[in-house]
Structure formats: structure tokens, C-alpha cells
């Protein structure tokens, strides 16, 4: 295959401009040139009817040749231009040889901006995605992370930004969030997805519920606890519409494709109250909570419950008050009916926030 063969091939498969090739394969040529004859003034043109690059080099015309590397006749030189003459400067096609060493460079010069270009074509396609919801399909399990087909570019989902528990399966389908384009891959990858983070969750409700979408319903806050629960805050901006409702459907229809996209994470949907201590109190589900007392000066919440709600309210490793606590931005602590905290639940709790932290 010639170089004219490959061009064309890379035009088709990868969508890159043929002109832009044809430079760097110029490029590439006049690189591994230069390298053997660094004192000869040479160039690199791209010869589209015999699909290849061919070297010049700049010749002194004369009337008697001394210097055949450096000069040209005069005869020769009107074979190219009639004009020219004795003084003149002509450039003429180059016959030197290079080995081996130089056509790796020019291999390696090549490539390195055909890697460019293709970066290029990359960005410019999934620039504007950023922060949008991609579908893939799983490609490759790696150590790093799983690595997404979307349509023909991989990307890579780090284990960093998995659910824990996520099993990884070639050839399942997949969405996540584009959490980044870069300009350049890291790695061999560009495209760095995620799935782990509120705003993927926030990103799924808004594909998935029409009213969220159009912006009749608005989601206030998020807390998400990847691959165990997330905690949402929904408020309506229609008298009409029942928040919740429109979020989980009849019989859980709408909020199903949400929750098995998450796999077994569960969400619980909290309608928005301009009261801190209701809030809370919806914060805490499924707990049954008897009172709340806000302390505003030090962003705290003393909730009282009954001793078979603490199990409820603290959670699988105190996952559901920490949830809480972010979700209100309130630090929860929970007491006894006779206002003593419950001091056997302190180190969980503290220990819970601070790892979420």
C-alpha cells in the first residue's frame, strides 16, 4: 500500500481531511531528510499522481556545474522554467537515499500527528457533550477502569468514578455522564466518564422525567452514596403537580429505569419544605421521627426518635443520617426521649461524616 492508499484510508475511516495528511506526510519525509543531510536546503512536497511525498532540493543555477549537490546547468535548470538563468536559484528533485534509522523517524513523526489530528477530531465531536449523558457499550474490563465504546472512540470510566459493587461486562450496554473532554488523551483516552457522581443522578432524572426536563419540577438538592442510596429533594413549580408522584410514577414506572440503570442502589425522593425541620425529618427516612430543634449558630439538628427508629435513621454503616446530614447541611445527631444522646451511635455517626467528607 502507498501513501496516497493510507491517506485515503485514514480520510474514510477517521474523517480526517486529506489536505492536512498530505502536509504531515510531507512533514514526516522532510523530518527523516534533514535528519541525514541537516546542511542541504530541502523540502517536502506531496505528489497526489504518484501518492507520494518527493523531496526537493535548492540548487544555484550556472553556466558550468563545479558543485553537482549544490549546483545545477543552466540547460537543466530552463527543463524546469524557460525563464530562469545563470544567478538564479532552482529546486529540483533530491536523489539522495536515507536508511533505516530516518524512515523510523519519519514513521514516528507521522504518527505523532496523525495522533494529534485524530485528538483534534476527538475534542471538537465531543466537546459540546461535556456534561451531558453518553451511551456505550463496556469494551475492555482494565485494573484502571472500564473502558466504554462510544460509537468509534473509547473512553474511560475509572474505578474512581464506579459505584462500588458495579460489576463490569463486555458487551453491556452503558450510560454515564461525559465528565471531561480533554484536548489531548491521557492515557490513549480523551473522553473520562462518570457514574458515581450527583450530577449523573441529577442528569438521569432530567432524561427520564418529562416535568424535570421542562423544568416544572426542579430538583434542589442531591446526596448520593454510590452503589448503596442517593437522597433527592424535588420541588414543583406547578401547583398542579405533585413532585414525588411525577417523579416515581404509578407503581414505581418512571423512577424504575433511574434504579436500574443504578443497579442495587435505592433513592429515596424527598419533597422540597421551606421548614429545616421537616426537612430533616424526610432527610431521615425511612425513620420515624418524633421532633426536631434546629440550632442555626452551629448548623446542627437534635432529633428525637423512638429506640426502634436509630437503626432506621443511622443506616448501613451510618450511610442514611450521613446522607442526611448532606443533604440538609445540618450535622444530625440523634437523642433519647429523655434529651440524651445517644452515646453508643456518636462514634459511628462522626465517623460516617467524616469519611464523607
Known sequence: MNLFDVIEEL?????????????IICEGMFAAYERKYPE???????DSDEGRAIIYIEK??????????RE??????????????AGDKVWLP????????EILRARQVIANQIRKIEASVVYKEFKDKQGQVIHGVIHKCER??????????????????????EKCTVGYSIRALLKEVL???????????????????????ELEIPEIFEKLVEIKCVARSPGYKAKIVVVSNDPNIDPVGTCVGVGGSRIKPILKELGTEKIDVIPWTESKENLIKQALKPAQIDRVE????????????????????????????SLASRLTGFNIQLMQKDTSRLKEFEGIIDEATEDEE
Open 183 to 205: 484536548q489531548e488523551p491521557r492515557n490513549d483516552y480523551q473522553l473520562i466518564l462518570d457514574r458515581s457522581s450527583e450530577e449523573f443522578l441529577r442528569k438521569l432524572f
Open 40 to 46: 542541504l536546503p530541502l523540502k517536502a512536497e506531496y
Open 294 to 321: 434546629v440550632v442555626e449558630e452551629s448548623k446542627s439538628a437534635n432529633v428525637w426518635l423512638d429506640e426502634d427508629q436509630r437503626a432506621l435513621a443511622i443506616g448501613k454503616m451510618g450511610q442514611n443520617i
Open 11 to 23: 480520510v474514510i475511516e477517521r474523517g480526517l481531511d486529506r489536505e492536512t495528511l498530505n502536509s
Open 144 to 165: 484502571s477502569g472500564t473502558i466504554v465504546k462510544v460509537d468509534d472512540t473509547l473512553a474511560l470510566l475509572p474505578k474512581s468514578l464506579t459505584p462500588a459493587g
Open 94 to 101: 533530491f536523489d539522495g537515499t536515507i536508511g533505516r534509522i
Open 60 to 69: 544555484d543555477v550556472v553556466t558550468s556545474v563545479k558543485d553537482a549537490e
Open 72 to 85: 545545477a546547468s543552466v540547460k537543466k535548470a530552463r527543463n524546469i522554467n524557460k525563464k530562469l538563468k
